[in-house]
């Protein structure tokens, strides 16, 4: 269908349930050039930032949990991470793998439920998982298995599947028993294997010839792939503490956002994501993660964004795997955690929530009250890149149907698995002639 100098033209999916959180996109042509391309989101701010002042340090873990019920996990290692430096506690090596572990459960479950259920539709031409699942039902099965897996995981450590309740300041309220983690071995190890040869056929689709070479930003740990702790790399050469954030990274209001932007001082916009840590850290993969980066010819640095779907496979493979080798040194019997008295000063922290980089920054009061907090979500980190993938595709779809084009530009932006509702149910695409009036 070809898009006239004088036509205004509009697809609407007005419940689309493979991305979360309420958005839009507007597309502008002059003729046939797009102009400009604008992820509109438009879900009210939720203010989480604000009523975290004069809470209890204590409160945080569990009230910055109910920011996500996807990547809940992140949320909360987040905020443990920046506050216990703001307070200068060192928690055991112990502690410290459990929650790389329960990191682990989270990536899984996040991963699995995108690649299968939201992102593989798109490839295979079907409007949703569940249609997917009439044709293809092992794969359905399978991947809601493995998912099964990581929710166990986080269940059995987090005291719950969503919105976990077992994380404090210091580490755990209570660790299991390490008998109970050893019985989920044999399912672990399935869902490892089974994921592979998953990911192998996943790896035989068609993806768009589509490459764009974003600036990609995520932490960098000299010793493991990222989860809790690293410093901020990139690939134009940033690297920094996380401490020194602020003087390199600036938020911004947009006109048609209720997200903030966010872009690198002195480069504009960049990614945080699968795809970056796979560029800046595929070395750090585990042996059986990073042979299967190069069964399925995946090497970094990889700047097809419509090839996320294969490196969330990587990555959950890896998350398995390191799950298995956590469990594999546990201790009979495991410290719960330190103590964490109150006193003044400021924390910050970043980890590496599925989909990017999510960074914290607390203010406390000798009392052990929240002052300030500042919350950096991946997906407003993402939103400008996402909008330049937008503008880099949108000189296809003059020539496309009007389903097709719509399809093209949704899975464009279902590639980053962006989570609206952090920053804030998507989708409302308008191609719009640079004569058109904005609504």
């Known amino acids: 269908m070809t898009v006239k100098r004088t036509t205004t033209r509009t697809i609407k999916v007005d419940a689309l349930a493979r991305v979360e ?55 909360q290692m987040s905020s443990v991470h920046a506050l216990e430096r703001a307070l200068g506690v060192t928690v055991t090596p112990e502690i410290r793998a459990l929650r790389r572990l329960l990191y682990c459960g989270e990536w899984i479950e996040s991963h699995v439920l995108h690649m299968v259920m939201l992102h593989a539709p798109d490839f295979l031409g079907f409007p949703d998982g569940i249609t997917l699942a009439k044709t293809h039902g092992d794969l359905v099965r399978n991947a809601l298995r493995v998912k099964k897996a990581g929710n166990a995981m ?9 919105h976990p309740i077992n994380v404090r300041l210091g580490g755990f309220y209570k660790v299991p028993d390490v008998d109970k983690f050893r019985a989920m071995v044999p399912e672990l190890t399935w869902a490892r294997d089974t994921l592979c040869a998953i990911v192998k056929e996943m790896a035989r689709w068609n993806f768009p010839d589509f490459e764009r070479d974003h600036i990609y930003v995520s932490l960098r740990h000299p010793d ?19 401490d020194a954030w602020d003087q390199h990274f600036r938020e911004e209001h947009v006109q048609h956002s209720t997200a903030l932007h966010c872009g690198m001082v002195g480069h504009g916009p960049y990614l945080v994501g699968p795809l970056a840590r796979f560029n800046l850290n595929a070395d750090k993969l585990r042996p059986v993660a990073l042979a299967l980066a190069r069964d399925i010819g995946l090497k970094a640095p990889v700047h097809n964004p419509f090839k996320m779907l294969l490196v969330r496979g990587v990555e959950t493979v890896h998350a398995l795997d390191e799950a298995l080798g956590i469990i594999a040194e546990m201790r009979p019997r495991q410290q719960d955690h330190v103590p964490c008295p109150p006193r003044a000063g400021v924390g910050m922290a970043a980890t590496e929530a599925p989909r990017g980089l999510l960074f914290h920054h607390y203010r406390v009061d000798d009392e052990g009250l929240v002052e300030t907090a500042r919350i950096v979500p991946p997906t407003s980190q993402n939103q400008p890149s996402i909008e330049k993938d937008l503008l880099a595709i949108a000189a296809r779809l003059p020539d496309m149907d009007h389903a097709a084009a719509t399809t093209l530009a949704e899975q464009t932006v279902r590639n980053h698995d962006p989570c609206i509702s952090c920053s804030t149910h998507f989708l409302k695409l308008t191609l719009r002639q640079e004569q058109d009036p904005i609504p």
Do not use: H, M, W
């Open 154 to 162: 986080v269940r059995l450590l987090g005291g719950r599947e969503i």
């Open 224 to 242: 493991e792939y990222p989860f809790n702790e690293g410093r901020v790399v990139s690939s134009n050469g940033l690297d920094i503490p996380v």
């Open 21 to 75: 959180g309420e958005g839009a996109i507007t597309i502008t042509f002059k003729g046939r050039v797009p102009l400009s391309a604008q992820l509109r989101i438009f879900e009210p701010p939720r203010f989480f930032e604000g009523f975290l002042q004069g809470r209890a340090i204590t409160e945080v873990p569990d009230l910055t949990a109910r920011i996500c019920g996807i990547c809940p996990v992140a949320y």
